[in-house]
């Protein structure tokens, strides 16, 4: 029996709340630490992201354990392999309660398919965004896999793909979210990582903007993880980052 297509999500990001935006990132090597930012940081922040160092150091215990005391969690895991061994590692994410999870739109069309067919079984069905480029990447370095031309075609192109394979948005710089919200239109999400406040040090991301440029863009969600978890002050530094995306021009239409 053929499978059903996936839908393709429309959804209204344009109401969200500036605590609904921001994304920390808890790139801790082990519990202990991210317990302490999470405390630190309270309710200021809408979600906290899970990533491989602390996934692989702790496992879905802690993940349960933040889905238990009430946040919203991204696990940011960036599934990429084949159709079948996608959907069930979306599937037993799924059941953690995650809220968000990543999958590479470079692993193709059937594979989004299934990671997307795989969420929306869930009882309580977690976001699928599909990362485009690494805010990592440098265009020298795309070339050095085999990809030709400039960044921004080939977030296009991923950034296509994942929303015609029925993803609930793209992860994406703020660099190119501006062309694939004008490209792509509204009712998906782009989620920016690489933010940093102004005068905050850009550390190991290549392309690097600022909340306020992320959300005037188009960004519905921005990451950011070490202006935050590193500063003296973890809640006010979540807080002045809030101030920023309040502040910031009215974004585009998402």
């Known amino acids: 029996m053929k499978l059903a297509e996936p839908a393709i999500p429309a959804r209204n990001f ?32 809408g979600w906290f992201k899970v990533g491989k160092q602390l996934f692989t150091a702790e496992g879905p215990a802690f993940v349960r354990e933040l889905e238990q005391a009430g946040h919203n969690i991204f696990l940011d895991l960036k599934y990429h392999d084949i159709p079948a061994t996608v959907a069930g590692a979306v599937k037993a994410a799924a059941a953690l309660g995650v ?18 067919r795989a969420a929306q079984e869930a009882e309580a069905p977690p976001l699928v ?7 990592s990447h ?10 030709a031309g400039r960044i921004l075609d080939q977030a296009l192109r991923l950034a296509a793909l994942a929303r015609s394979a029925g993803c609930d ?15 792509l239109g509204t009712g998906f999400a782009i989620v ?63």
């Open 138 to 147: 440098t265009e020298a370095e795309l070339q050095e896999i085999g990809m």
């Open 169 to 183: 948005g793209v992860v994406a710089s703020a660099k190119e979210a501006a062309e694939i919200r004008r490209e």
């Open 192 to 254: 920016t990582p690489g933010v940093r406040p102004a005068g905050a040090r850009h550390d190991d991301q290549a392309r690097v903007v600022t909340p306020a440029d992320a959300i005037a863009a188009g960004a519905t969600h921005i990451v950011v993880g070490r202006p935050i978890t590193g500063a003296g002050n973890p809640r006010a530094a979540a807080q002045a980052i809030l101030d920023e995306i309040a502040a910031a021009p009215a974004p585009q239409a998402s």
């Open 99 to 116: 809220g968000m999870i990543t999958v590479h739109a470079s692993g193709g069309s059937q594979m989004l398919k299934a990671a997307v």
């Open 14 to 45: 344009s109401a969200l709340t500036a605590a609904e935006r921001l994304i920390v990132a808890l790139d801790f090597p082990a519990a202990p630490e991210a317990r302490r930012a999470v405390s630190a940081i309270g309710e200021t922040a």
């Open 129 to 135: 965004v599909a990362v485009t480029v690494l805010t």
